[in-house]
Nanobody
């Protein structure tokens, strides 16, 4: 059973940057597409980015050009580099083993103007 642990969230001013990490236990990580999602208060969880086993990324339009997803299969870790952050990026961010795998516990990102 894969377990996921996110880290790197925090409080940042608009225009700033954060780098989220998601460490996975278990060898299945290297065989899995990974996703980053976010959920703001009162809203549904939404997909932010995915990355294939080979490292091909895909992004939702609202973060294209600002966020970069990457992975290090040797470290069983997936990253989300977030630049030019906006207040509307404020959410709890989760990583996920696609399509039906486990979720991490989430890490809070708060962007203030």
């Amino acid at each position: 059973q894969v377990q996921l642990v996110e880290s790197g969230g925090g409080l940042v001013q608009a225009g700033g940057s954060l780098r989220l990490s998601c460490a996975a236990s278990g060898s299945i990580f290297r065989l899995s597409v990974m996703g980053w999602y976010r959920q703001a208060p009162g809203k549904q969880r939404e997909l932010v980015a995915t990355i294939t086993i080979a490292g091909r990324p895909n992004y939702v339009d609202s973060v294209k050009g600002r966020f970069t997803v990457s992975r290090d299969n040797a470290k069983n870790t997936v990253y989300l580099q977030m630049n030019s952050l906006k207040p509307e990026d404020t959410s709890v961010y989760y990583c996920h083993v696609e399509p039906f795998g486990p979720w991490g516990q989430g890490t809070q990102v708060t962007v203030f103007s």
